[in-house]
């Protein structure tokens, strides 16, 4: 084992859940929160509540920090900045690219070494099997480490010594995330407005979602190849169809602004001149500046 002590910085539910993995483990757990009664039920558990930032750093060479962004890095650790050579900070809050490189260098010239994390799964899949986390920073820190990661998630998927690129594969899974949700609860609006409930309509949302990796495999090998062809969808289709959901959301009375944002997208390609391509071309039109 690299290591069989933990410091885990940050208890929202991520780093709660991570913690709990590690006691599961039989780890010796040493937590800091800006907020120190969130550590309450760990602590009863069996890990140390360290009094300040500088001593949850001291306890253990590898530091997880579970944040809400970069800034509550600093925030932290900035009173602490001298405990932070010779650690391996394990960074798993969510930032840009940009954010995360930044932050590496913050580390690197207090002495210590930063791996940029990004975790794929919510709080109560933590510490499963078939879950997995994007690494990307310095090769040797993460094969150190790994074994002591795949606590937190069974796989990890290292991306390369760029310290933004852990980031950057994050966040195109939240550009899909995020808005697939809203457009569920979206359609859970709509269905209310309608008297059905999210339960009566959630295996067809599912079988949805399942199926959408056909489209993914589908249109990644044709989009690669600059190939919009319209032969089995047409953009005017699309915005026809958009224009449909758009009206069944208002005849019911239900907000607009989302479908109404991607009707938007839709529109601007068939303006382009490209209604008899494939939806596809959308690409096309979001490359531009
Ligand atoms: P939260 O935002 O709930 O956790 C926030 C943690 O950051 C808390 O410990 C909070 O302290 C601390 N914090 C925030 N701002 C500051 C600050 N200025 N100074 C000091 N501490 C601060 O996030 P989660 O636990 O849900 O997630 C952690 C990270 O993991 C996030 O980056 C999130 O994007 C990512 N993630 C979350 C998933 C989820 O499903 N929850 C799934 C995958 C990734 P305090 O308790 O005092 O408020």
Same mark, same amino acid.
Request: aromatic share 8%; with cysteine; charged share 20%.
């Given at each position: 084992h690299a290591s069989q002590s933990v410091?885990?910085?940050?208890?929202?539910? =991520?780093?709660?859940? =991570?913690?709990?993995?590690y006691?599961?483990r039989?780890y010796?757990?040493?937590?800091?929160?800006?907020?120190?009664?969130?550590?309450?039920?760990?602590?009863?558990?069996?890990?140390?509540?360290?009094?300040?930032?500088?001593?949850?750093?001291?306890?253990a060479?590898l530091?997880i920090?579970?944040?809400?962004?970069?800034?509550? =890095?600093?925030?932290?650790?900035?009173?602490?900045?001298?405990?932070?050579?010779?650690?391996t900070?394990v960074?798993?809050?969510?930032?840009?690219?940009?954010?995360?490189?930044?932050?590496?260098?913050?580390?690197?010239?207090?002495?210590?070494?930063?791996?940029?994390?990004?975790?794929?799964?919510?709080?109560?899949?933590?510490?499963?099997?078939?879950?997995?986390?994007?690494?990307?920073?310095?090769?040797?820190?993460?094969?150190a480490h790994r074994a002591t990661l795949e606590v937190i998630?069974?796989?990890?998927?290292?991306?390369?010594?760029?310290?933004?690129?852990?980031?950057?594969?994050?966040?195109?899974? =939240?550009?899909?995330?995020?808005?697939?949700?809203?457009?569920?609860?979206?359609?859970?609006?709509?269905?209310?407005?309608?008297?059905?409930?999210?339960?009566?309509?959630?295996?067809?949302?599912?079988?949805?979602?399942?199926?959408?990796?056909?489209?993914?495999?589908?249109?990644?090998?044709?989009?690669?190849?600059?190939?919009?062809?319209?032969?089995?969808?047409?953009?005017?289709?699309?915005?026809?169809?958009?224009?449909?959901?758009?009206?069944?959301?208002?005849?019911?009375?239900?907000?607009?602004?989302?479908?109404?944002?991607?009707?938007?997208?839709?529109?601007?390609?068939?303006?382009?001149?490209?209604?008899?391509?494939?939806?596809?071309?959308?690409?096309?039109?979001?490359?531009?500046?």
């Amino acid at each position: 084992h690299a290591s069989q002590s933990v410091t885990i910085i940050g208890l929202g539910p =991520m780093g709660q859940a =991570m913690a709990a993995a590690y006691l599961d483990r039989g780890y010796d757990v040493t937590l800091w929160n800006r907020t120190p009664s969130r550590a309450d039920a760990l602590v009863a558990r069996g890990a140390t509540l360290a009094p300040t930032a500088e001593q949850a750093l001291s306890a253990a060479e590898l530091v997880i920090l579970s944040l809400t962004d970069f800034d509550a =890095m600093y925030a932290i650790l900035e009173p602490a900045k001298d405990a932070v050579a010779g650690r391996t900070l394990v960074n798993l809050s969510s930032d840009t690219p940009e954010k995360a490189r930044a932050g590496a260098r913050w580390v690197a010239e207090l002495g210590g070494t930063h791996l940029t994390g990004g975790v794929l799964c919510p709080p109560p899949l933590i510490g499963t099997p078939d879950t997995s986390t994007f690494y990307s920073g310095p090769r040797e820190a993460y094969d150190a480490h790994r074994a002591t990661l795949e606590v937190i998630t069974g796989k990890s998927d290292y991306r390369g010594d760029d310290q933004g690129l852990a980031a950057l594969m994050y966040q195109l899974n =939240m550009f899909i995330f995020w808005p697939a949700m809203v457009a569920y609860w979206q359609a859970v609006a709509v269905a209310g407005a309608h008297g059905i409930q999210a339960r009566e309509i959630a295996p067809y949302v599912t079988e949805n979602f399942a199926g959408m990796g056909h489209f993914i495999d589908f249109y990644a090998s044709r989009v690669d190849a600059g190939n919009h062809a319209g032969d089995v969808d047409r953009a005017s289709m699309g915005l026809a169809s958009m224009e449909h959901v758009v009206h069944t959301a208002s005849d019911a009375g239900v907000d607009t602004a989302f479908p109404a944002a991607v009707h938007d997208v839709f529109r601007r390609v068939v303006e382009a001149g490209h209604g008899a391509d494939s939806f596809s071309w959308a690409v096309e039109l979001l490359k531009k500046r």
